[in-house]
């Protein structure tokens, strides 16, 4: 089973490095728009794959200890709550001009694209500080 989960996380990373490629190397191609839309489907991809597997292992780690049921639900419940302080209190509807002159003015997506992006740098942050602490307190043990 751990072979299989080696196999996908390699193949999940051979699809994001080919997408940074075509980035990289797209304006010499199709010009520098046509490349930033691979890029950003395969990362909402991965925002949607990250949000199913998130419910899937909290609902299959429940019932197997009170410890990781609680941890599970707090984690899902902390980033539903975030999500939702963001979305009322931080994410904006204000216009935006694309650098090709296009101009987005639906206030959901606006406020939504917000709202992930903040609840992903709060969930990156605070998965980077758990590490930090939980090496601090192995080490001081």
Do not use: H
């Amino acid at each position: 089973m751990k072979k299989i989960g080696n196999i996908i996380l390699i193949a999940l990373l051979a699809v994001a490095a080919i997408s940074v490629l075509v980035w990289l190397l797209g304006p010499s191609i199709g010009g520098p728009d046509a490349v930033v839309d691979p890029m950003l489907l395969v990362a909402a991809g991965f925002l949607v794959i990250a949000a199913a597997l998130l419910v899937v292992l909290t609902l299959m780690n429940m019932g197997k200890s009170r410890s990781n049921s609680r941890a599970g639900l707090y984690v899902f419940g902390g980033l539903a709550v975030l999500a939702v302080i963001f979305y009322f209190v931080m994410a904006k509807s204000v216009t935006v001009v694309g650098a090709d002159g296009t101009v987005f003015d639906d206030a959901f997506t606006l406020k939504i694209t917000d709202t992930m992006l903040y609840l992903a740098y709060a969930a990156m942050g605070i998965t980077v500080l758990s590490l930090i602490v939980g090496e601090i307190r192995k080490a001081l043990k």
